[in-house]
């Protein structure tokens, strides 16, 4: 937003959240106005709000705390979050741990820094070498390295390698297996292409990581290379960094490709807390672990990996398959032969989550939110930004408890340490506090904060409108508010003028395709736990762009000013969203989820099933009806209960259980068929996609499986969790 001398009055509009206010109450508004000096100031009015009876003093609120976060600030905490590498578990990462207590403490947070002993490894030897055909070289990887960066030659960066891979020699002919999918591999199969004891070469993008490692292996591969090919993230795109923000030729994506769709976590104690003082006898050996890969997997920039594919034969690849090098992708095998020689430094190591917390007048009500700390190298844009967006959301709390102000539910912030190696730090936290977190009202998590200018979220449906209204609420640097340039850019996207999509806000098929979309919770960041494990309802939010620089050592300062936020602005939008979330759910009177588009959108998802069952099974398919039927009354008795959220109940905390403890009724105690740990009936990641959310995971999975029976009784499972939801939600009268 661009700031004018003399006064500059935006209205703000608060439509209705549809099922709460009646039709025509859009019109609240908050005046924004920018003095002399440039500083923001807000009025309130006394349209209601979702979830309050006076909604006047929360609006008083909201306006005090908007107008506290500030870019300038944002700008400081970055700049000395990334002025090292922080790798979890480094003393450069405690001292960002330090960091973040401090501003906790500061503004006026119950602030500890806890410990966990973690198992996670650091590279000790990464060498690639090309062996064949003769005349051909290549030994990588290769230092990262553009011309002008200040921050690319420390000597603290680590070289580039993937966490949760073992150590392992390799020699073998390549085959070129393009992202590394089980359609992939099955398109290689029927092009007479075996794998069996080859060295795989696959490039990021599509899925998870660790699930092209789970495949290859699962189809008798000896290793894999993962490479950035520069269609996806690189010259293809736009102009590499440093003259645009795209993929140089040297930059290297590292990651986790530890089996998180299996678990997260610390590999050897799934389900239970990591804590220092643990047992041995109570972890699992890593080499029991169903997280850890069994064959050596690492990353390569395309410039180390051009040489390899270049001097493959075999048939030509798919057309699809085909990348932005300048020559025709081959499929092999060789004649390209290359040695892999992995050895990783594992250890039980420290990390440190930070935990701050709000008492409030129901101390045993918890909202929590969380962005992660550690980075692979700086993370300017990942997590960073997220931090400082979070720190900056912490300093508008601070002023709010220096006014008096005090949440009705506790609020419990967390900065999350090695996110990056597994989701660990918060897994950790999270199987730490499972009792407590029974009553929690929500999580809130943010990871990239901002890569760009375009707004994104994922969320369960009964919060998704919940975040439409808060992104009504705050103003846009592009004019107007977070909602409608959202809108707008939706709108482009559907014209095919905006290509790139954030795969943590892929929208799936819903009962909200007429307004902005909000996506569904896969994984790949922090509220895997508290959705996926313990039940509950969460939200994911970002602010994206285009960003080729992921996980590499260009992702720092640098790169983040010049491309990523210039003037801090959408770190200040952040803070604010980010911010009101945590506000209004800890102060609601009566918590403003939605069931009735819960019970929407799961017959949408039954219907995607039922149709894909039909073409696996035929005339077989099995009867979708006792799921389909739950998922209805659950829409019934959505629609029945907000009606009564609607009248605010003079004593609502009845309401509010029964509102809380229906999220934990759709968890499915023995877990997933094979992957125990993820207990949603609704929402978990893929077993071949990672990232993505597999909806009604049970009975999607049987299907892909082509198993029949148990596709029959996964629907039961599921007819049986939307019934316990449902007679929760009834029980309230």
């Given at each position: 937003m661009r700031l004018l001398s003399g006064t500059l009055v935006f209205l703000l509009l608060m439509g209705s959240n549809e099922a709460f206010n009646q039709p025509g109450k859009n019109q609240s508004k908050v005046q924004l106005t920018v003095d002399q000096a440039g500083k923001e100031q807000y009025q309130a009015d006394n349209e209601p709000i979702t979830g309050f009876r006076d909604a006047a003093a929360e609006r008083k609120v909201e306006v005090k705390f908007m107008a506290v976060p500030d870019p300038k600030l944002a700008e400081e905490h970055l700049r000395i979050l990334t002025q090292a590498p922080h790798i979890a578990g480094s003393p450069e990462d405690k001292a960002t741990a330090d960091y973040v207590a401090q501003k906790f403490r500061d503004a006026g947070l119950d602030t500890e820094i806890v410990e966990y002993k973690v198992w996670f490894n650091y590279p000790a030897e990464i060498r690639v070498d090309m062996?064949?055909?003769?005349?051909?070289?290549?030994?990588?990887?290769?230092?990262?390295?553009?011309?002008?960066?200040?921050?690319?030659?420390?000597?603290?960066?680590?070289?580039?390698?993937?966490?949760?891979?073992?150590?392992?020699?390799?020699?073998?002919?390549?085959?070129?297996?393009?992202?590394?999918s089980p359609d992939d591999f099955d398109k290689l199969k029927q092009m007479n292409v075996d794998v069996r004891g080859k060295i795989v070469v696959v490039r990021y993008g599509q899925n998870f990581r660790g699930v092209k490692a789970f495949v290859a292996q699962e189809r008798g591969a000896a290793a894999v290379i993962i490479y950035s090919d520069p269609k996806d993230d690189g010259y293809y795109r736009g102009d590499a960094y440093p003259k645009g923000p795209w993929r140089p030729a040297s930059g290297v994506q590292r990651g986790s490709v530890g089996f998180m769709f299996q678990f997260p976590g610390d590999p050897t104690t799934p389900g239970v807390a990591s804590i220092s003082a643990l047992p041995d006898s109570k972890r699992l050996s890593p080499a029991e672990s169903e997280q850890m890969p069994k064959i050596p997997v690492t990353p390569l920039s395309y410039a180390d990996a051009s040489p390899i594919?270049?001097?493959l034969a075999g048939p030509p690849s798919p057309r699809e398959w085909q990348g932005a090098l300048p020559f025709t992708y081959h499929v092999g095998p060789g004649p390209a032969k290359v040695r892999m020689h992995l050895k990783q430094d594992y250890q039980f190591r420290t990390i440190w989550d930070v935990i701050g917390r709000v008492p409030g007048s129901s101390a045993d009500e918890w909202v929590v939110a969380g962005n992660h700390r550690d980075a692979w190298v700086y993370g300017a844009v990942d997590p960073n930004s997220g931090t400082a967006a979070m720190l900056e959301s912490v300093h508008g709390l601070g002023e709010l408890l220096k006014s008096g102000w005090k949440p009705k539910r506790t609020i419990v912030i967390g900065s999350w340490d090695a996110e990056e190696e597994g989701l660990i730090g918060s897994t950790e936290w999270g199987e730490d506090h499972a009792q407590e977190l029974g009553n929690a009202a929500a999580y809130f998590n943010m990871d990239v904060g901002v890569s760009g200018k375009k707004f994104g979220a994922s969320g369960v449906p009964t919060l998704k409108e919940f975040v439409r209204?808060?992104?009504?609420?705050?103003?846009?640097?592009?004019?107007?508010?977070?909602?409608?340039?959202?809108?707008?850019?939706?709108?482009?996207?559907?014209?095919?003028?905006?290509?790139?999509?954030?795969?943590?806000?892929?929208?799936?098929?819903?009962?909200?395709?007429?307004?902005?979309?909000?996506?569904?919770?896969?994984?790949?960041?922090?509220?895997?736990?508290?959705?996926?494990?313990?039940?509950?309802?969460?939200?994911?939010?970002?602010?994206?762009?285009?960003?080729?620089?992921?996980?590499?050592?260009?992702?720092?300062?640098?790169?983040?000013?010049?491309?990523?936020?210039?003037?801090?602005?959408?770190?200040?939008?952040?803070?604010?969203?980010?911010?009101?979330?945590?506000?209004?759910?800890?102060?609601?009177?009566?918590?403003?989820?939605?069931?009735?588009?819960?019970?929407?959108?799961?017959?949408?998802?039954?219907?995607?099933?039922?149709?894909?069952?039909?073409?696996?099974?035929?005339?077989?398919?099995?009867?979708?009806?006792?799921?389909?039927?739950?998922?209805?009354?659950?829409?019934?008795?959505?629609?029945?209960?907000?009606?009564?959220?609607?009248?605010?109940?003079?004593?609502?905390?009845?309401?509010?259980?029964?509102?809380?403890?229906?999220?934990?009724?759709?968890?499915?105690?023995?877990?997933?068929p094979n992957r125990?740990?993820?207990?949603?009936?609704?929402?978990?990641?893929?077993?071949?996609?990672?990232?993505?959310?597999?909806?009604?995971?049970?009975?999607?999975?049987?299907?892909?499986?082509?198993?029949?029976?148990?596709?029959?009784?996964?629907?039961?499972?599921?007819?049986?969790?939307?019934?316990r939801a449902v007679q929760v939600l009834e029980q309230y009268r």
């Open positions: 062996t064949a055909p003769p005349g051909v070289e290549m030994h990588g990887p290769r230092r990262e390295h553009v011309d002008g960066d200040r921050y690319q030659d420390d000597p603290r960066v680590v070289t580039a390698y993937n966490g949760m891979s073992p150590s392992g020699d390799a020699e073998a002919d390549v085959v070129y297996a393009n992202y590394g594919l270049e001097h209204e808060i992104a009504k609420a705050v103003p846009s640097p592009q004019g107007a508010t977070v909602y409608d340039a959202w809108k707008k850019a939706t709108a482009l996207s559907a014209e095919g003028n905006h290509p790139q999509e954030t795969a943590s806000f892929r929208e799936l098929p819903n009962a909200r395709q007429n307004d902005v979309p909000v996506g569904d919770l896969g994984s790949g960041s922090d509220y895997s736990v508290f959705l996926q494990h313990l039940g509950v309802p969460s939200t994911d939010i970002s602010s994206n762009g285009d960003y080729g620089v992921y996980h590499s050592t260009f992702d720092d300062f640098a790169w983040f000013k010049k491309f990523g936020d210039p003037d801090f602005r959408y770190e200040q939008e952040m803070a604010r969203i980010y911010g009101l979330e945590i506000v209004r759910m800890s102060s609601a009177d009566v918590l403003p989820y939605d069931y009735e588009n819960y019970g929407k959108e799961i017959l949408v998802y039954l219907e995607s099933a039922r149709s894909k069952s039909k073409d696996r099974f035929g005339d077989k398919s099995p009867d979708f009806a006792a799921a389909v039927e739950g998922a209805r009354r659950l829409q019934e008795a959505g629609a029945k209960i907000l009606q009564k959220q609607r009248k605010m109940p003079g004593q609502p905390d009845r309401i509010n259980v029964k509102l809380r403890d229906a999220e934990r009724a759709l968890l499915i105690p023995e877990g997933l125990p740990w993820f207990h949603h009936a609704i929402y978990a990641p893929g077993q071949y996609t990672g990232y993505a959310a597999v909806v009604v995971p049970g009975v999607n999975e049987a299907i892909d499986r082509n198993d029949l029976r148990r596709t029959e009784q996964q629907i039961a499972t599921l007819a049986a969790a939307l019934n």
